[in-house]
């Protein structure tokens, strides 16, 4: 320790801490409280619901072990895995078509598998009833396939499986594309055949993948909401419970406990995944050879049609919300008109809750972007405050293994109580807007990491070095190579915003309410065909907003990303 000497008494010199540094820990400091007051508080709130009152825990093992609670935990957990079951298999053979085959295409054909990502999952449902519902028009044909009716688990096994397919494809395009030539070009020359190649390299090297999606599938199915509540009928599951307790019947500490109950699939799934996140080894090594797939006509026939299977089916449920939307009086007229866009923007009042909308996922994308940046930014790229960057970690993965419904009420324990501060935020859009950002941030975080890990930490050496500001290495190095991501992060929390359903179906009012709330209260009212209007009002606004953001991002590519292009 440098030591000044005056006389017989040594005193250590104290370095001066640049006012940068103590910026950059009043942040991680920030960003910590933000995600204590939007994601611990509220849980907390909700564990100390559950085991409140006189009864306390009796209270709790009572409600436990009834019958009707046990029954909507049966069925929420047999339908999540019988989803899984259907949609992992399926989707992993589409994106074994998308990534190891020479079918023409691909890019159209994945960009069409999105399509359910642009609007609420209550478009699934809607379509669900408008094909083989009491006036469908194929209700003949399910009916022939052994089925009563499509209200109850047969309808939300299939809507859930239209749902969840493209957030499954995503995972398992990402774990098949990432595969070492030389393994296959070994098993080539040892003449192994396609169905062991299959089984000792390509199952081998995407099992972490396949593990993640089916956790993420079970996950998205035993939380959601918005489909059980439409196609449900008297099929209860946990998520449907929650509602009709809390609002329902006022039931709060017994709807604290179904949170709670719902909450623990969710953590579990959640732990499994990072556990086998951390047993996961890189398949990719510095001598690695990308995997380029060979033509082969049977082969890319075979895929080409499979995948014109799934995206005919997919496009048919897509396809018969939009035509809904449009017919006159179902099923007596078909005739197109704009008379459901009509009722449900004029009549019932959904142009406000569009704007309403509009409003939320804006300041999302813009607060949601910018905390997860500061965040991610503080992590990786400064020091201080050693004994606090653990539980930013800590807390920034939590939000995935929450489901919104459970954050949703955790917000009336803790917004509503008399006795806090901040009760003036509830039933107001900004509580509204912490709440989808928490409930969205756990994706965002890891995106922004990624993107700052790809950055040498050299840059800050060497500026230290030469004593340039942390702030315009920031400015000139930094935030141009995040711009990309930045982007991603701020059009997945728009996208979120404008459907998300059961994050903030506790937490509005009737001047907050939103497009995706109004059409449950549309569907609830009888009037399916302004909600399935709605629903594809919404899903435009997502696909206009996307391509906005995709034309806006070449232009960051043109401006800040020349250096990735190859030197000529």
Request: proline share 5%; aromatic share 10%.
């Given at each position: 320790?440098?030591?000044?000497?005056?006389?017989?008494?040594?005193?250590?010199?104290?370095?001066?801490?640049?006012?940068?540094?103590?910026?950059?820990?009043?942040?991680?400091?920030?960003?910590?409280?933000?995600?204590?007051?939007?994601?611990?508080?509220?849980?907390?709130?909700?564990?100390?619901?559950?085991?409140?009152?006189?009864?306390?825990?009796?209270?709790?093992?009572?409600?436990?072990?009834?019958?009707?609670?046990?029954?909507?935990?049966?069925?929420?957990?047999?339908?999540?895995?019988?989803?899984?079951?259907?949609?992992?298999?399926?989707?992993?053979?589409?994106?074994?078509?998308?990534?190891?085959?020479?079918?023409?295409?691909?890019?159209?054909?994945?960009?069409?598998?999105?399509?359910?990502?642009?609007?609420?999952?209550?478009?699934?449902?809607?379509?669900?009833?408008?094909?083989?519902?009491?006036?469908?028009?194929?209700?003949?044909?399910?009916?022939?396939?052994?089925?009563?009716?499509?209200?109850?688990?047969?309808?939300?096994?299939?809507?859930?499986?239209?749902?969840?397919?493209?957030?499954?494809?995503?995972?398992?395009?990402?774990?098949?594309?990432?595969?070492?030539?030389?393994?296959?070009?070994?098993?080539?020359?040892?003449?192994?055949?396609?169905?062991?190649?299959?089984?000792?390299?390509?199952?081998?090297?995407?099992?972490?993948?396949?593990?993640?999606?089916?956790?993420?599938?079970?996950?998205?199915?035993?939380?959601?909401?918005?489909?059980?509540?439409?196609?449900?009928?008297?099929?209860?599951?946990?998520?449907?419970?929650?509602?009709?307790?809390?609002?329902?019947?006022?039931?709060?500490?017994?709807?604290?406990?179904?949170a709670l109950l719902l909450l623990a699939p969710a953590l579990l799934t959640y732990g499994v995944d990072n556990l086998v996140q951390r047993k996961q080894s890189a398949t990719l090594t510095a001598r690695a050879v990308p995997l380029v797939p060979r033509p082969a006509r049977g082969f890319d026939l075979a895929m080409t049609l499979l995948c014109l299977?799934?995206?005919?089916?997919?496009?048919?449920?897509?396809?018969?919300?939009?035509?809904?939307?449009?017919?006159?009086?179902?099923?007596?007229?078909?005739?197109?008109?704009?008379?459901?866009?009509?009722?449900?923007?004029?009549?019932?009042?959904?142009?406000?809750?569009?704007?309403?909308?509009?409003?939320?996922?804006?300041?999302?994308?813009?607060?949601?972007?910018?905390v997860v940046f500061v965040g991610a930014y503080l992590l990786e790229k400064t020091r201080g405050l050693p004994a606090l960057r653990p539980v930013l970690r800590l807390l920034a993965m939590l939000p995935m293994a929450v489901p919104g419904l459970v954050l949703g009420l955790g917000y009336i324990f803790f917004f509503n109580a008399p006795a806090n501060?901040?009760?003036?935020?509830?039933?107001?859009?900004?509580?509204?807007?912490?709440?989808?950002?928490?409930?969205?941030?756990?994706?965002?975080?890891?995106?922004?990491?990624?993107?700052?890990?790809?950055?040498?930490?050299?840059?800050?050496?060497?500026?230290?070095?030469?004593?340039?500001?942390?702030?315009?290495?920031?400015?000139?190095?930094?935030?141009?190579?995040?711009?990309?991501?930045?982007?991603?992060?701020?059009?997945?929390?728009?996208?979120?915003?404008?459907?998300?359903?059961?994050?903030?179906?506790?937490?509005?009012?009737?001047?907050?309410?939103?497009?995706?709330?109004?059409?449950?209260?549309?569907?609830?009212?009888?009037?399916?065909?302004?909600?399935?209007?709605?629903?594809?009002?919404?899903?435009?606004?997502?696909?206009?907003?996307?391509?906005?953001?995709?034309?806006?991002?070449?232009?960051?590519?043109?401006?800040?990303?020349?250096?990735?292009?190859?030197?000529?």
């Amino acid at each position: 320790m440098n030591t000044l000497v005056l006389g017989r008494h040594a005193r250590p010199l104290r370095q001066r801490v640049h006012w940068s540094d103590r910026l950059s820990q009043l942040g991680l400091i920030g960003v910590v409280l933000v995600l204590a007051v939007g994601l611990l508080a509220p849980l907390l709130a909700i564990l100390a619901q559950s085991l409140g009152g006189a009864s306390g825990l009796s209270a709790f093992s009572s409600y436990l072990a009834s019958p009707a609670l046990l029954g909507s935990l049966w069925n929420s957990l047999w339908v999540s895995l019988l989803v899984t079951a259907i949609v992992v298999p399926l989707a992993f053979a589409f994106a074994y078509a998308l990534t190891r085959s020479c079918m023409p295409c691909k890019p159209l054909f994945r960009a069409v598998m999105l399509l359910p990502l642009l609007a609420p999952s209550l478009l699934s449902a809607i379509s669900v009833i408008y094909w083989f519902g009491n006036q469908g028009i194929a209700k003949e044909f399910w009916q022939a396939l052994g089925f009563d009716g499509i209200y109850g688990a047969a309808g939300i096994v299939l809507a859930q499986c239209f749902a969840s397919f493209p957030h499954v494809l995503m995972i398992l395009v990402t774990a098949l594309s990432l595969a070492d030539a030389r393994l296959y070009e070994a098993a080539d020359a040892m003449g192994t055949s396609a169905v062991r190649k299959f089984f000792t390299v390509t199952l081998p090297g995407a099992k972490y993948g396949l593990i993640s999606a089916a956790l993420v599938c079970f996950t998205l199915v035993i939380t959601d909401f918005g489909i059980p509540k439409v196609v449900g009928g008297n099929f209860n599951v946990l998520a449907t419970d929650v509602f009709k307790l809390v609002i329902g019947q006022q039931d709060f500490q017994r709807g604290a406990v179904v949170a709670l109950l719902l909450l623990a699939p969710a953590l579990l799934t959640y732990g499994v995944d990072n556990l086998v996140q951390r047993k996961q080894s890189a398949t990719l090594t510095a001598r690695a050879v990308p995997l380029v797939p060979r033509p082969a006509r049977g082969f890319d026939l075979a895929m080409t049609l499979l995948c014109l299977a799934v995206i005919g089916l997919v496009l048919a449920m897509f396809g018969m919300a939009v035509f809904a939307s449009f017919a006159t009086f179902w099923p007596y007229n078909l005739a197109p008109s704009l008379n459901h866009y009509v009722a449900g923007l004029v009549d019932a009042g959904v142009a406000t809750s569009l704007w309403n909308s509009l409003q939320l996922a804006s300041a999302t994308a813009v607060v949601g972007t910018l905390v997860v940046f500061v965040g991610a930014y503080l992590l990786e790229k400064t020091r201080g405050l050693p004994a606090l960057r653990p539980v930013l970690r800590l807390l920034a993965m939590l939000p995935m293994a929450v489901p919104g419904l459970v954050l949703g009420l955790g917000y009336i324990f803790f917004f509503n109580a008399p006795a806090n501060p901040l009760n003036a935020l509830y039933q107001t859009l900004p509580l509204m807007v912490l709440c989808t950002v928490v409930h969205f941030y756990t994706t965002g975080h890891i995106t922004m990491v990624t993107a700052l890990k790809a950055i040498d930490g050299e840059f800050e050496s060497v500026s230290a070095s030469l004593k340039v500001p942390l702030y315009k290495t920031f400015w000139r190095v930094t935030l141009p190579i995040c711009l990309p991501a930045i982007l991603d992060v701020s059009r997945y929390f728009f996208i979120n915003a404008m459907t998300t359903i059961s994050a903030v179906v506790f937490l509005y009012s009737p001047d907050t309410r939103l497009a995706s709330l109004a059409i449950l209260n549309l569907d609830e009212a009888g009037d399916t065909g302004a909600a399935a209007a709605m629903a594809v009002l919404i899903a435009a606004v997502s696909a206009a907003v996307t391509l906005l953001y995709m034309g806006l991002g070449r232009l960051v590519d043109k401006r800040t990303q020349a250096w990735k292009a190859p030197a000529r």
